[in-house]
């Protein structure tokens, strides 16, 4: 709190000096105003209109390793080696396909066909991703070609944009029941196409195997609750944050009447200590001219 000039702060020193009930109605009434608004967070807290769920995801993994089969094609003419293989997608609620070659020719590329497209984008998957959202800058698209580098070529793809059908999320509903629809709405999705096309070509006659690892992860929904926090902990810090703000407007009008009340009472003791030095020096006056003295 600030005073603009010396007749707002003369005020306040006097109505709080002259009057000491006006301190308790101060105190009483932010005593009340905390324990209402922190009543108001309390009830917030057990009253809620949020629902938090949860997904299950399960990961399905393939590789040349694991007895996936490739296609072996030469090309003379091209003088290039192409590897193709078909892997069957699991298309209930499905996310994220991801693709990694490994121990590739050098100048050879990874294509990755999905009939019904994926969601791809060369930032996705990259952990120190900057200014990047999928939902925005991710494109559809059914053929993706990638390079190799250093003999690796990684694809990912997403089958839904929405971050909700791929995580946990919140919604806000009236009852426990239309959360559970808004949230299955969310996250039950049917992928387009059954099948995803691998395609890696290498120049020159291979006959070394590529190093193929394909991963799906599909996520169902698993469970709703009602959002819940620490009331206990939520009431205390409700209080504290309360308190805290109305300290700071009432510290200070509590500092003017501290220092009000304490030049009033050294006013008031040197008021009486001047009395007592007139009473004193009443006392020991000379009696008045004309007064005789008795024999």
């Known amino acids: 709190m600030f005073f603009n000039g010396g007749f707002e702060y003369q005020s306040m020193r006097k109505a709080l000096a002259q009057n000491p009930n006006l301190l308790r109605t101060l105190l009483g009434l932010s005593f009340t105003l905390i324990f209402m608004l922190s009543y108001a967070v309390y009830a917030n807290t057990i009253d809620t209109a949020y629902y938090t769920y949860t997904t299950e995801a399960t990961v399905t993994a393939q590789s040349s390793d694991e007895g996936l089969m490739f296609e072996r094609t030469h090309d003379e003419g091209d003088s290039t080696t192409t590897w193709a293989a078909n892997v069957t997608i699991d298309r209930n609620n499905l996310t994220w396909v991801n693709v990694t070659a490994e121990d590739l020719a050098d100048g050879a590329t990874l294509t990755v066909f999905d009939a019904a497209g994926l969601w791809t984008h060369s930032l996705l998957g990259t952990e120190d991703a900057r200014d990047f959202s999928c939902s925005e800058d991710c494109r559809l698209n059914q053929t993706t070609v990638l390079d190799e580098e250093d003999g690796l070529a990684i694809y990912h ?139």
Request: charged content about 20%.
């Open 157 to 295: 793809g997403l089958a839904v944009t929405e971050p909700g059908a791929r995580s946990n999320g919140t919604v806000v509903a009236e009852s426990q029941e239309e959360a559970e629809s808004m949230a299955s709405s969310i996250v039950n999705n049917r992928h387009g196409s059954a099948i995803l096309r691998i395609t890696i070509i290498e120049p020159g006659n291979r006959s070394t195997t590529p190093a193929l690892n394909i991963e799906m992860v599909n996520e169902a929904l698993d469970e709703v609750q009602p959002f819940t926090v620490d009331v206990a902990s939520e009431f205390i810090w409700a209080l504290t944050a309360v308190f805290a703000c109305f300290a700071i407007v009432l510290l200070p009008a509590f500092a003017i009447y501290a220092v009000s009340r304490r030049r009033e009472q050294a006013n008031e003791a040197r008021l009486a200590e001047a009395e007592a030095e007139d009473d004193v020096g009443g006392a020991d006056a000379p009696p008045e001219n004309g007064t005789k003295s008795s024999d």
